[in-house]
């Protein structure tokens, strides 16, 4: 890592679009962290069921999967913060859906599963705007310092969502749906004040070729095939914050108070990260610091399938909080950086469905396992999963493993006659 300034760390800040921006992020993440609380505790009260929690990461990533390459498509061919601002929107309507179920006394689940389809849909034209519209939010060299603040925000978000989620729930599920719904309403408000640069677009029509045009780019890269693909099968098998309420309620014996603290403690590990990373950005021994990232999140899973300790449970999720911190940022960059502005929100989209896929679908596999194999065991097998993973994208993508620099640090050493950068 290459030390940064605090002023240079924080100075991004002034850019009145990113700040807003970061803000309405912020906010929204913070919103779903709170339901997300509420959601899984409701429904394991009512059904008890280890598939259910499982199925409400596939409810999300169904339609995720079927919109996603349309969405990158818009990303790109439409205004980036106006897809986000309804997106935004779409679950401001979610949140308040769900409020009005809980008031009228939720007796089945299968309407918060409906809703988290609609909130799947919102969340997958979502994803490729967010990730593609930051680079057009600051000047390029502002660029990996703005990823790692927006990355500590988000993270900060997910550290006091799950708190205040349980802490409200305490007072019934309606409060935590009411503050959500009041939080992305600001959070709407905020990014519709922001006014990104103008962004390469194109005009052509939404055509099976254009669709997967971000897909042939990954395909052409193996860099970034290689960076993505490996987030998606280790997370897919590590997706253990999936069965939080089911470890909190049966192995660790806390309440909902408990499950909050559960939840944040990733969220911690990943914000605090992110700050180190804003102030030591990673510049060196890139491909080793993403696979130990992988590897310390594999580790982490195996000690929270072990324990039956909330100690050493909330330590083993603050590192695996870590070690994903790592690998996002890293892939991050590496996917920016070498996509063209003008298929950004394509590529974005793929980058998109790997992260979708290892996130929701991989909560539906540990529920799947959870169901067949018993919780501790589930666990303990994604985690072992996870560091095969790890070790075998090692050999198949040596390259990758072994990478020192970033490719766009590389041609700017070249472009300065092999100075350092």
Same mark, same amino acid.
């Given at each position: 890592?290459?030390?940064?300034?605090?002023?240079?760390?924080?100075?991004?800040?002034?850019?009145?679009?990113?700040?807003?921006?970061?803000?309405?992020?912020?906010?929204?993440?913070?919103?779903?962290?709170?339901?997300?609380?509420?959601?899984?505790?409701?429904?394991?009260?009512?059904?008890?069921?280890?598939?259910?929690? !499982?199925?409400?990461?596939?409810?999300?990533?169904?339609?995720?999967?079927?919109?996603?390459?349309?969405?990158?498509?818009?990303?790109?061919?439409?205004?980036?913060?106006?897809?986000?601002?309804?997106?935004? !929107?779409?679950?401001?309507?979610?949140?308040?859906?769900?409020?009005?179920?809980?008031?009228?006394?939720?007796?089945?689940?299968?309407?918060?599963?409906?809703?988290?389809?609609?909130?799947?849909?919102?969340?997958?034209?979502?994803?490729?705007?967010?990730?593609?519209?930051?680079?057009?939010?600051?000047?390029?060299?502002?660029?990996?310092?703005?990823?790692?603040?927006?990355?500590?925000?988000?993270?900060?978000?997910?550290?006091?969502?799950?708190?205040?989620?349980?802490?409200?729930?305490?007072?019934?599920?309606?409060?935590?749906?009411?503050?959500?719904?009041?939080?992305?309403?600001?959070?709407?408000?905020?990014?519709?004040?922001?006014?990104?640069?103008?962004?390469?677009?194109?005009?052509?029509?939404?055509?099976?070729?254009?669709?997967?045009?971000?897909?042939?780019?990954?395909?052409?890269?193996?860099?970034?095939?290689?960076?993505?693909?490996?987030?998606?099968?280790?997370?897919?098998?590590?997706?253990?914050?999936?069965?939080?309420?089911?470890?909190?309620?049966?192995?660790?014996?806390?309440?909902?108070?408990?499950?909050?603290?559960?939840?944040?403690?990733?969220?911690?590990?990943?914000?605090?990260?992110?700050?180190?990373?804003?102030?030591?950005?990673?510049?060196?021994?890139?491909?080793?610091?993403?696979?130990?990232?992988?590897?310390?999140?594999?580790?982490?899973?195996?000690?929270?399938?072990?324990?039956?300790?909330?100690?050493?449970?909330?330590?083993?999720?603050?590192?695996?909080?870590?070690?994903?911190?790592?690998?996002?940022?890293?892939?991050?960059?590496?996917?920016?950086?070498?996509?063209?502005?003008?298929?950004?929100?394509?590529?974005?989209?793929?980058?998109?469905?790997?992260?979708?896929?290892?996130?929701?679908?991989?909560?539906?596999?540990?529920?799947?396992?959870?169901?067949?194999?018993?919780?501790?065991?589930?666990?303990?097998?994604?985690?072992?999963?996870?560091?095969?993973?790890?070790?075998?994208?090692?050999?198949?993508?040596?390259?990758?493993?072994?990478?020192?620099?970033?490719?766009?640090?590389?041609?700017?050493?070249?472009?300065?006659?092999?100075?350092?950068?």
């Amino acid at each position: 890592m290459t030390p940064t300034s605090g002023s240079n760390a924080f100075g991004v800040l002034r850019h009145r679009n990113f700040a807003f921006y970061l803000s309405a992020r912020v906010l929204g993440t913070l919103a779903v962290q709170m339901q997300s609380v509420a959601i899984g505790w409701q429904v394991y009260q009512l059904t008890g069921s280890l598939f259910d929690l !499982g199925l409400i990461g596939l409810a999300q990533f169904a339609p995720f999967l079927l919109l996603i390459l349309l969405a990158g498509h818009a990303a790109d061919r439409y205004n980036r913060r106006t897809i986000i601002s309804l997106c935004l !929107g779409a679950q401001l309507l979610c949140a308040g859906a769900l409020l009005a179920f809980t008031v009228a006394g939720l007796g089945v689940v299968w309407p918060v599963f409906v809703v988290l389809v609609l909130f799947g849909g919102a969340r997958a034209f979502m994803m490729p705007a967010t990730q593609a519209v930051l680079v057009n939010m600051v000047p390029t060299e502002s660029f990996s310092r703005a990823v790692a603040l927006s990355s500590s925000g988000s993270h900060l978000a997910v550290i006091l969502g799950p708190i205040l989620g349980g802490l409200l729930y305490l007072a019934g599920p309606v409060a935590v749906y009411v503050v959500a719904a009041l939080l992305l309403a600001v959070s709407v408000l905020l990014m519709r004040m922001t006014h990104a640069a103008p962004q390469a677009s194109h005009r052509e029509p939404a055509t099976w070729h254009t669709l997967l045009e971000g897909l042939r780019f990954v395909w052409s890269k193996p860099v970034v095939l290689g960076a993505i693909s490996l987030d998606l099968f280790a997370v897919l098998f590590g997706g253990a914050t999936a069965l939080l309420p089911a470890l909190a309620h049966d192995v660790l014996h806390v309440g909902p108070t408990g499950l909050g603290l559960l939840r944040t403690a990733p969220g911690a590990g990943a914000a605090l990260c992110s700050v180190a990373l804003a102030f030591f950005p990673i510049t060196r021994r890139v491909g080793p610091w993403m696979f130990g990232g992988v590897a310390l999140f594999g580790l982490g899973t195996l000690a929270l399938g072990a324990t039956t300790s909330l100690v050493v449970a909330l330590v083993a999720l603050f590192l695996m909080g870590m070690g994903d911190m790592v690998s996002v940022y890293i892939r991050h960059l590496l996917v920016q950086f070498e996509t063209p502005d003008a298929i950004r929100g394509r590529v974005s989209a793929v980058n998109a469905v790997f992260i979708g896929a290892s996130n929701e679908l991989g909560e539906f596999e540990s529920g799947l396992t959870a169901g067949w194999f018993g919780l501790v065991r589930a666990i303990l097998f994604g985690g072992a999963a996870t560091v095969v993973v790890t070790a075998t994208w090692a050999l198949g993508f040596p390259v990758l493993a072994r990478m020192d620099r970033f490719p766009h640090h590389e041609k700017e050493r070249a472009a300065s006659g092999g100075k350092a950068a």
